[in-house]
């Protein structure tokens, strides 16, 4: 019986593009609800009630069957839509895959979103005023950390994890071209990340990520570029 | 072939805690190493760049595989060793198991442990200085809320995820016990998640962390009561 999927997300939000990057990958097709989060709809916290994107609603006939929560929706479309395998075969390949997803959830969203994205577009959502310079300067010094040590990691490996894209690519891709819609990402001091980046923007699971926009938040010159 | 494990954990690490309940669970033995993660020793970060505890390495023959961070861990061994399931038979069990486990990682860690056991654990193994009684209030607040959610899951259901002990319990419990080591969980006002509590403390897989001791951080007095 064929799956009729709905995501509930908003587009700049790192969790959600992982999701989205998953299903075109997969070639999923889903219809969209954009969420605004921050005004903590009730439709939207009846179905998670933590309030956060993403959700995924998968009905089949009858039945449905709601996923909340990034890491919860990525392990339920490995198990039921196994092909292209995104985590890896090896059980090394499947800890590398998840290790990077982690990396980025805990380490860095509490020491570059906390304070980039939280300065660039939560404050701007919620109208919390102008940006605070040194918050900005703390998660621009993060970002640096942490593009220096995937510039190493792709020093010795084609993708994040190993040999093959897997959901490590795609949790860091997530992250990175959010921060690259608002223009900061030094690219030209990471060459192996800036050549990954180039590889991942190009799949055609990428190109709804390039076209999205946000009423007021204008992305930077370079966001959709492939070239740039 | 037998698989020698290892688990490089600190006690009271709630995500070390998570992998501590899941192998017992499972009746999966495993030597451990305790990590002063806070000291950031060489031959830790070695295993694991992020430094986050914990880290499981299996040894079968001359093969090793090193699974580093909780999710990761939890997701090998359940696909490793699917007995007893702790994730749950349906696509809907699993992905309420993992919603719930995310709730901790995301929200309790965020909204909790990052004020109440920032000051009253990791200032103190820091040597940070006193604990700030404003970050105290806002944690106790925060707690009080996601209780106040956890009751209302237990009023109809038997476990957090539905009819089944699940990894949604092991990450909700391995929260609370480390805020009861510091007696900071106001029992008498949640008499369900009380009740709940009593139930996973008397299992055989919770003991070794009843019997956790930290140098110099006594526990509350009925931390390891389970007539509390």
């Known amino acids: 019986m064929t799956v009729i999927r709905t995501l509930h997300h908003f587009p700049l939000d790192p969790a959600s593009r992982q999701v989205r990057l998953a299903l075109a990958e997969k070639r999923l097709a889903f219809d969209e609800v954009l969420v605004r989060y921050w005004e903590q709809p009730k439709a939207f916290t009846a179905l998670n009630p933590s309030g956060l994107t ?26 039921q839509n196994p092909e292209p395998d995104l985590l890896g075969a090896s059980s090394a390949d499947r800890a590398e895959a998840r290790r990077l997803m982690q990396w980025f959830d805990r380490k860095f969203d509490s020491e570059v979103n ?95 990520l390039l076209a999205d926009r946000w009423p007021g938040l204008a992305p930077s010159s370079s966001y959709d570029d492939l070239d740039f």
């Open 54 to 79: 993403p959700v995924l609603i998968e009905r089949t006939g009858d039945a449905q069957v709601v996923v909340c929560e990034v890491r919860a929706i990525l392990e339920h479309l490995e198990h």
């Open 114 to 208: 906390a304070y980039l994205l939280h300065e660039k577009l939560e404050k701007r959502l919620l109208k919390l005023g102008a940006p605070d310079l040194y918050n900005m300067r703390q998660g621009r010094d993060g970002l640096r950390v942490h593009l220096i040590y995937l510039e190493k990691l792709l020093a010795a490996r084609d993708w994040l994890a190993g040999g093959r894209l897997s959901l490590g690519d795609f949790a860091a891709a997530a992250n990175i071209s959010v921060l690259d819609y608002f223009g900061d990402i030094p690219w030209r001091d990471f060459p192996a990340v800036k050549t990954w980046y180039m590889r991942i923007k190009s799949r055609p699971a990428f190109r709804p």
